[in-house]
């Protein structure tokens, strides 16, 4: 079964920093795509930051410079490095990744759990 574990959200103050990890656990075939995404109560959840396989990354305008995301494709993980935190970067974060389990299945999006990340004045 594969499942993405998430750690490294908390409770900060603003201008603090926090590492958010995210790791593929079960077989995979391929892993393309990954993303972190932020939702906050009453809002539709929304990308942060995006990573391909070759390294491209997307942020979203609120968190460039001061998030950073990376990934480790032999161990299928992504990290968020976020720094200069702010009250608005307050919310559930979720890893994404698509997904081939094996050579005979269609790619799937998968979902971590959340880990909330909240961020005092």
């Known amino acids: 079964q594969v499942r993405l574990v998430e750690s490294g959200g908390g409770l900060v103050q603003a201008g603090e920093s926090l590492r958010l990890s995210c790791r593929v656990s079960?077989?995979?075939?391929?892993?393309?795509?990954m993303a972190w995404y932020r939702q906050v109560p009453g809002k539709q959840r929304d990308l942060v930051s995006s990573?391909?396989?070759?390294?491209?990354?997307n942020y979203a305008d609120s968190v460039k410079g001061r998030f950073t995301i990376s990934r480790d494709n032999f161990n299928k993980m992504v990290d968020l490095q976020m720094n200069s935190l702010k009250p608005e970067d307050t919310g559930v974060y979720y890893c994404y990744a698509k997904i081939r389990r094996d050579w005979s299945s269609a790619d799937r999006d998968y979902w971590g759990q959340g880990t909330q990340v909240t961020v005092s004045s």
């Open positions: 990573i391909t396989s070759y390294g491209n990354t």
């Open positions: 079960g077989s995979t075939s391929r892993v393309f795509d």
